[in-house]
Nanobody, 123 residues
């Protein structure tokens, strides 16, 4: 049984912060590159950030660069997304996925998603 689970979402005011977590069941997440993706109502799912298996290389969408930070630990075996200075346009359901990490920073998810965690930014 291979499964991912996202957590840490919530409702915050503009300028607030949240820390999302991604963990795996049935396999070792630290062996893989992992990406964070989000989908807002009526919009396509988009890449937000990605980190390679070693945790030494990261990439970010232009819309979040300077505000979000992706990181990971091996014990516990998790990937995190620290989100600061949140904006209303960050409102979406956030998902993590095992991904291929390319040298140019592009990440291709394998298409296996968890339930996602909802982030709502409003005044």
């Amino acid at each position: 049984q291979l499964q991912l689970a996202e957590s840490g979402g919530g409702s915050v005011q503009p300028g607030g912060s949240l820390r999302l977590s991604c963990e795996a069941s049935g396999f070792t997440l630290s062996y893989h590159a992992v990406g964070w993706f989000r989908q807002a109502p009526g919009k396509e799912r988009e890449g937000v950030s990605c980190i390679n298996a070693e945790g030494r290389s990261t990439s970010y969408a232009d819309s979040v660069k300077g505000r979000f930070t992706i990181s990971r630990t091996s014990a516990p075996d998790r990937v995190y997304l620290e989100m600061n200075n949140l904006k209303p346009e960050d409102t979406a359901t956030y998902y993590c996925s095992v991904s291929d990490f390319f040298s140019n920073g592009y990440c291709r998810p394998d298409g296996s998603w968890g339930q996602g965690t909802q982030v709502t930014v409003s005044s």
